[in-house]
């Protein structure tokens, strides 16, 4: 058995996204003997790691993972779709932003907020018939189905949402409110 330091007893637990007290009363030990372990303050038992390496390890394997929250199939556009066609589709299917693919492969986006920054800038004057590649953005960042959550919270941040790929195909797309909606 390999013993785990109390440093990577620490680090597992933040990486599962766990506190102190969530594994104290999994494993059904105090917070403050959990803090003193990975303080490297007590020289705890076998039996005891064990328990507590257990409770991470179940935490680990029951995070979601991105085929686990996905929306599919993929709502999208073609690079050659006029911008008309496509506000019409945001609003049929209630989105404000939808990814952009060619070929099979995402190429961009183009979002409510692009939108609006074209007609302010002028790029769309008087007519909506241009294609969307005048106004799209960015590509949405891909992960495949077993990325966990956590890291895939962090680009939402950043992006409006995050496609899920398989075997070089986008199989899904998780947007902050997939997120919201599994956790409520």
């Keep these: 058995m390999n013993i785990p330091t109390s440093g990577e007893i620490r680090e597992k637990r933040l990486k599962a996204g766990m506190t102190q007290s969530d594994v104290a009363s999994q494993a059904g030990f105090s917070q403050s003997m959990i803090a003193r372990i990975e303080a490297g303050t007590v020289d705890p038992r076998a039996s005891t790691l ?16 991105a085929g686990d929250i996905m929306t599919s199939p993929v709502i999208s556009i073609s690079s050659e ?4 066609n496509t506000v019409d589709m945001m ?4 989105i404000s932003q939808v990814p952009v693919i060619k070929n099979g492969v ?4 183009v979002s409510e907020s692009a939108i609006i ?18 106004i ?36 899904g797309v998780i947007t902050k409110h997939d997120c919201i909606r599994h956790f409520s």
């Design 50 to 65: 064990r328990r507590i390496v257990a409770v991470l390890n179940e935490s680990e394997t029951s995070r979601p993972s």
């Design 81 to 84: 779709e006029t911008i008309e």
């Design 91 to 94: 609003e049929k299917y209630g």
């Design 106 to 109: 995402p190429i961009g986006c």
């Design 117 to 134: 920054g074209a007609m302010e800038n002028g790029t769309i004057q008087h007519s909506m018939k241009n294609t969307i590649i005048d």
């Design 136 to 171: 799209m953005e960015e590509g949405f960042p891909t992960v495949p189905p077993s990325e966990k959550i956590e890291p895939i919270v962090h680009s939402l941040q950043n992006h409006h949402a995050v496609l899920v790929m398989n075997k070089g195909k986008v199989v």
